[in-house]
């Protein structure tokens, strides 16, 4: 297993579930009609580091160096699906 996925609930601060397949995390979402954001995120890799390694995204102001940029960092390079009502938009 290299990646996760895990789901994050529309106006929550921390996720809610963490899931080893799309697919568990998915029929989870599902039965429990949930709203919000499942991504993928590499496993033993911070998202900012996987990012400058595996996107287009690279640094360009010192800002995007500091320990709360990256703390704070997101990227939707990774796959990602929106729910609502535990249904894919």
């Excluded at 995390?25 to 949930?34: E, K, P, V």
Aim: glycine fraction near 6%; proline fraction near 7%; charge should be neutral.
């Amino acid at each position: 297993m290299n990646e996760v996925w895990i789901f994050h609930a529309e106006q929550a601060q921390l996720a809610s579930g963490v899931f080893s397949t799309r697919e568990q995390a998915d029929a989870w979402i599902r039965r429990h009609g949930l709203t919000g954001l499942l991504t993928s995120y590499p496993l033993d890799e911070g998202l900012y580091d996987w990012a400058v390694t595996h996107s287009p995204f690279r640094p360009k102001r010192s800002e995007q160096t500091t320990p709360t940029f990256i703390g704070r960092f997101t990227s939707a390079y990774r796959p990602h699906e929106h729910y609502r009502d535990g249904r894919p938009v």
